[in-house]
């Protein structure tokens, strides 16, 4: 995909903005409390769909507490106005809270976090390197956020997480019914076709998992397990959602692999197909196919130094293969792959990721509310994506 003489040009104007940024200084109230936040833009190259666009992103604010015993975290982001949210009219009309809760630390290895936190399945925090998330992310299982208790201990190699969460995070600020940062089980909007309305309820999750080194390898092993019901509001009745997952996380060196594999079997009690369940998340609503199983693969490298004279740093380089093979008769599997690099430049911080997607409903076009269901174009679609952010 060769790039245009202006593309070429917007590559070598991106060093230049870190002569604009201000040097960051996170703001320190009191010895415990930290505020800070980013300010992001986003560049989208689609020549297919003739979209090249570099505008605002996000603005996030964060608020952190540690202390010997007590801990907590928030996070709070705001959008609008710029690509892919040009449909609202200022920063801020779409809004939502990322992280809110408060903990408390028994010792150095046990703690409990109460409040919107994340859900601690599969791999943690992400799943794989890159920026953009994999699909484990818009099947609902990868950076899941609810309202709820986690308790996390660590006993020698081994470390157990368990939680109950009442419900999904609260609906932000927007025009969908998909108003949250994670993706999260949703009321279909009116343009979802065979949409559902179903409410994610007391969802209890454990995940256990072991440090141990494979030869070279400082590797790390797990299981996680989760159940939730589903609460259809058309028929007043009861499903389930379930999902299993195996993971692996090894390091040697500058090379790092993390790998996972997922089963999400969902039974909801739909009026119409039960086939699929309407999830949401930044701004809309979309169907995923009810049963599937979810993979992922991830190849990153370090490497080491400064460069630029001294402005360039911490670069990293990643490969990462996501799939959702889908059970039902029919339903087309899902399928995302991302080559990208992430570096520090100067105050900036910069993801540019290369995204491939077949069936994927954010990448090229495909069908964004039947692409994880039934499917969408069924063909590879690419496009290049580059996030700069300032944080303080």
């Not at 809760?101 to 925090?125: C, I, K, T």
């Not at 500058?254 to 079997?265: F, S, T, Y």
Request: charge should be negative; charged fraction near 20%.
């Amino acid at each position: 995909m060769p790039l245009p003489a202006s593309l070429r040009l917007r590559c070598a104007c991106l060093a230049t903005l870190s002569s604009l940024a201000a040097p960051a200084m996170a703001v320190q109230v009191t010895e415990n409390l930290d505020l800070g936040g980013a300010v992001r833009a986003r560049w989208d190259y689609d020549p297919d769909r003739d979209i090249q666009k570099f505008n605002f992103d996000t603005v996030f604010l964060t608020a952190r507490y540690n202390s010997d015993s007590w801990i907590g975290a928030a996070k709070y982001r705001f959008y609008g106005h710029a690509y892919p949210y040009q449909y609202t009219n200022s920063v801020g009309d779409v809004a939502f809270a990322e992280t809110a809760w408060v903990g408390y630390r028994f010792n150095p290895d046990q703690q409990v976090q109460v409040g919107l936190n994340q859900v601690p399945f599969g791999l943690q925090p992400y799943f794989g390197s890159t920026f953009f998330e994999t699909l484990g992310n818009v099947v609902g299982l990868e950076d899941v956020m609810q309202v709820g208790a986690k308790y996390i201990q660590q006993a020698g190699d081994w470390n157990l997480q368990a939680g109950y969460y009442l419900r999904p995070a609260w609906q932000g600020k927007g025009t969908s019914h998909g108003r949250t940062y994670s993706t999260v089980v949703s009321s279909a909007d009116t343009y979802v076709e065979d949409g559902s309305d179903n409410r994610e309820r007391n969802t209890a999750v454990v995940r256990l998992a072991r440090s141990l080194e494979l030869g070279e390898w400082k590797s790390e092993v797990g299981v996680s397990g989760m159940t939730s019901t589903l609460k259809n509001n058309d028929t007043d009745n009861d499903g389930r959602r379930n999902a299993v997952a195996v993971h692996y996380v090894g390091r040697n060196g500058p090379w790092g692999v993390q790998l996972m594999a997922a089963r999400q079997q969902m039974s909801p009690r739909n009026p119409g197909s039960d086939e699929v369940v309407t999830f949401g998340g930044y701004d809309g609503t979309f169907n995923v196919a009810s049963r599937g199983n979810f993979y992922v693969a991830d190849l990153s490298y370090d490497v080491a130094g400064k460069y630029l004279f001294d402005q360039l740093s911490g670069i990293k380089l990643y490969a990462n293969y996501s799939a959702f093979d889908k059970s039902a008769a029919g339903f087309d599997t899902s399928e995302r792959l991302i080559l990208g690099s992430s570096f520090s430049l100067s105050k900036l911080w910069i993801a540019t990721e290369w995204l491939f997607g077949k069936n994927d409903p954010y990448i090229g076009g495909s069908s964004y509310t039947q692409s994880l269901a039934a499917g969408g174009s069924d063909q590879w679609e690419n496009q290049l994506y580059v996030n700069i952010g300032y944080y303080f």
